[in-house]
């Protein structure tokens, strides 16, 4: 089949001081098996040689654009405003997609009659230099998303294709968020189309100590403004649903505020906040650890 007679998938990679990673990066795109699409990659600023690496591949398929420091949501949503492609789809600039992504991906989504579609994922942890399958099964995107269930995090930066218009519909990432923007462009994708999944792996995550979500206070912001948000977009079916949701992002943050910075007031805080907002949930739980 000729180029012309294959859509043009549009991949973006928003890169901030991504020296370390951005040539296999890149290097994954061009090796994909699929080869109508178009590589657009936001420069949100860096200062390192992530500009001066990205500059020597030299397919025309790439574009570049460098911006001002603008965070990740302005830099993903800039390369989607440049983008030329009926579908659409995100790659962090330290993950790897594996070679069929793009064609699997795409194949899904028209044999399927779906708008979104991601997969299973390997995890790969830069510290201990071990890997793992993430197997991110949604039957319940909505229920998933808001309750925080297992393997409701599916990686939207490097691991969804979608239709251009569904991002649009959406009206992007919110640029005010960076560690829950996923979550927040999910939840509104999750209210006006099912989630396709194919079940094998096809991008690696790299799991490195420098992410954004060891940044609690970050985390901590971003989570109530997104929760906050969706309350007022009335995603929440109720008042008690809503409670019963916020309860368990409380008690994310306390964990985390434990976990990465042995802060005793906030977990405290957050202890007694999801307490009082859901205190027959927690009882359970707490039970349930106890027996």
């Not at 600023?45 to 460098?66: M, V």
């Not at 569904?166 to 996923?182: C, I, Y």
């Not at 209210?191 to 799991?207: D, T, V």
């Amino acid at each position: 089949m000729s180029i012309i007679n294959l859509p043009l998938v549009s991949i973006i990679i928003p890169c901030y001081n991504a020296e370390k990673w951005i040539a296999v990066t890149i290097q994954s795109v061009i090796n994909q098996t699929y080869y109508n699409w178009e590589l657009i990659i936001v420069d949100d600023g860096s200062t390192d040689k992530s500009a001066e690496i990205i500059k020597t591949f030299e397919d025309k398929r790439i574009t570049y654009f460098q911006i001002e420091n603008s965070g990740v949501s302005t830099a993903r949503n800039y390369g989607a405003n440049n983008a030329k492609g009926d579908f659409i789809g995100f790659l962090d600039a330290d993950d790897i997609f594996f070679p069929e992504n793009i064609s699997k991906k795409l194949n899904f989504l028209i044999e399927n009659k779906k708008r979104f579609v991601y997969s299973y994922i390997i995890i790969e942890d830069t510290v201990s230099n071990s890997s793992e399958i993430k197997k991110n099964i949604i039957t319940n995107p909505l229920k998933q998303l808001l309750e925080f269930c297992e393997n409701s995090s599916i990686g939207l930066g490097s691991n969804v294709i979608m239709y251009k218009s569904l991002f649009d519909e959406v009206g992007g990432f919110d640029k005010n968020l960076s560690t829950s923007a996923d979550w927040d462009i999910l939840v509104r994708i999750a209210k006006i189309a099912e989630f396709g999944y194919i079940p094998e792996p096809l991008i690696s995550y790299r799991l490195n100590p420098n992410q954004m979500h060891k940044n609690i206070k970050l985390m901590e912001n971003d989570m109530l403004y997104a929760f906050k948000k969706a309350w007022e977009n009335n995603i929440f079916e109720s008042k008690k649903y809503y409670n019963y949701c916020i309860a368990k992002v409380f008690l994310i943050l306390a964990g985390s505020f434990y976990k990465y910075t042995n802060n005793l007031n906030k977990t405290t805080k957050y202890l007694l906040m999801s307490l009082l907002t859901n205190p027959i949930w927690i009882f359970r739980k707490l039970i349930k650890l106890i027996l």
